[in-house]
């Protein structure tokens, strides 16, 4: 089985600061690991991904998430936050099958000017 | 392509009647899910389907909740006897191909969302 754990419901950040909203994971098997991001009254869209290979992935709008297996974590970092970062942010897990595919409750991103 | 598109958008019910949400996915994606989100909660896995057979379903899915996919297209999900903590929206989403060529990269749809009264 799979889960994830979001640390941290609502982050503030000023702009221009570094971003980081925390996941750490719990699977029996390999994970794949992914995280989403909802704006207002938009749907989810995918941000980044990390299925095999190398450990920092980078994804869209300059975020990058880092797998550590040995501290079972997949958290998201953006050097410098942009008032357009402000969403709703998911980690997610999944099989290698993708038969089950799990979010986390989310973290909310509050960028102040 | 549209994307995935999800009817109705919105559903007043009053409680004990039967509601139907259709999802309609990406054409040719084989991989659909439906999911439930609450107001500051993250989605919650309710089934999957893989063309047509239902692979996975969860805990979250009482009786009163059935999910079908004829022929592999679009599904619906049905929710019978509504009670007002079915209040939520209901997401669908659709990917393709198999999972490690594609990795995951879900396509949502914008919604259902139902209000019990």
């Known amino acids: 089985a799979q889960s994830v754990t979001q640390l941290g419901s609502h982050v503030s950040v000023s702009e221009g600061a570094l971003v980081l909203l925390r996941c750490n994971y719990s699977?029996?098997?390999?994970?794949?690991l992914f995280w989403y991001v909802q704006y207002p009254n938009q749907g989810l869209q995918l941000l980044l991904k990390y299925t095999t290979g190398a450990t920092l992935v980078k994804g869209i709008n300059g975020f990058e998430a880092e797998f550590k297996k040995s501290e079972t974590s997949f958290h998201l970092t953006k050097p410098s936050a942009h008032m357009s970062d402000a969403a709703e942010y998911f980690c997610a897990v999944s099989s290698n099958t993708g038969n089950q595919f799990y979010f986390g409750t989310g973290t909310s991103l509050t960028v102040i000017p | 392509d549209t994307g995935v598109s999800q009817d109705p958008r919105h559903k007043i019910t009053k409680r004990g009647q039967n509601v139907t949400f259709r999802c309609d996915p990406i054409?040719?994606?084989?991989?659909l899910y439906w999911y439930r989100q609450t107001l500051g909660q993250g989605p919650e896995f309710l089934t999957y389907?893989?063309?047509?057979?239902?692979?996975?379903k969860s805990r979250l899915l009482s009786d009163r909740f059935s999910a079908e996919r004829p022929k592999g297209s679009f599904s619906t999900l049905e929710i019978q006897r509504t009670e007002q903590g079915d209040s939520a929206m209901y997401l669908c989403a659709s990917s393709s191909g198999s999972w490690w060529e594609t990795a995951g990269e879900l396509f949502f749809g914008e919604g259902s969302r139902l209000t019990v009264l």
């Open positions: 389907f893989q063309n047509e057979a239902q692979l996975e």
């Open positions: 699977s029996s098997v390999p994970p794949y």
């Open positions: 054409s040719e994606h084989n991989r």
